[in-house]
């Protein structure tokens, strides 16, 4: 299963979103995905340093900024 | 709804865009977007640290250096 | 209008150009620009922290290294 | 052979990745890789500076944001 | 001319190439270029803060790594 | 010769490659180049402020984090 099949078979769960740049992660639902790794999650929270720091609600991501995506367990 | 389907949708809404660098935030009114989520803002804020900085007005932002778009409530 | 049309109509006219990396500015007069933002400016200036820095000249700006593009009043 | 083959040739073994930003390296088995360089890893974890600091288990990372990739031995 | 374009006018030519990250620009012979901007410069030095670091010699530079080219005068 | 095809001539030698980020530099013996400039390393070392730190062997670098190539003189 290549790498964006994988994502694709996380949308609806909660994912972890670790971006480029100072340490930003997000947590949200992923809600959908395209080949580029864009993503759209809904109800999404921005991480610092392990700690959430705030509501984002819905958010669109630029995916070459996604550094790596994991799917939190529920 | 395709990632980028989610951000047409906020076309004449209040976006906030989080780009890459130095925690470089734009709060403005969505006129446009492309496919490489190129977008075209105007009455264009520059916010450090969540505090409005500058007043950019009419801005075109490269699509590989927004990290994260997400709707203003108004 | 897209973006990039945006950008072509500040053909002939000064803008101020953001570019990743450590806080530099540009200021010069948009020659041309391809679809990619690729920039050709002239009397380009440098900046840092707003004050004008260095004199470059005529200077070919890569576009993906572009965040943002605004037109400057005259 | 080109570099996107011998990536592929990884496959099904345990492999080192230094990501971009800062000093994020990953170990993990090599699951699938497409040409963009994006890999799917199961069993990662997340090393910082050589030490082993967080599980991630399985982990898609995306390929730009890759800068070396070698393989383990076991 | 595009931007592009406007670069094959240097070939031949000394050029002043600043690149992406901790702000180090060369300057070399302009040898060739491609679409992407990747170079080829002979006579290449680095230089750090305007000075002279490290001769490189012939040096290919990958395009979306240079921030701007500008032509020196000799 | 276009910059990729000089590259493509320093194969079977030795290479000096710059990497983005953290002032990482990799030198080894070129196997194999493609388009995107992705390289296939073998025998590579990491070099930390132009001393040798840590023996990687077998590498594949993604062309788009690669800074400058350039051939090392044996």
Chains 1, 2, 3, 4, 5, 6 share one sequence.
């Not at 480029?20 to 959908?32: D, M, N, Q, T, Y």
């Not at 809904?42 to 959430?52: D, F, Q, T």
């Amino acid at each position: 299963m290549f790498p964006n099949k994988r994502v694709q078979g996380m949308i609806g769960r909660k994912v972890h979103v670790e971006m480029k740049g100072e340490r930003i992660a997000l947590e949200g639902v992923l809600r959908s995905v395209d080949d580029y790794l864009n993503l759209h999650l809904s109800a999404a929270n921005e991480l610092h340093a392990g700690e959430k720091k705030r509501l984002l609600g819905s958010v669109v991501v630029r995916g070459n900024n996604v550094v790596l995506i994991n799917p939190l367990k529920e």
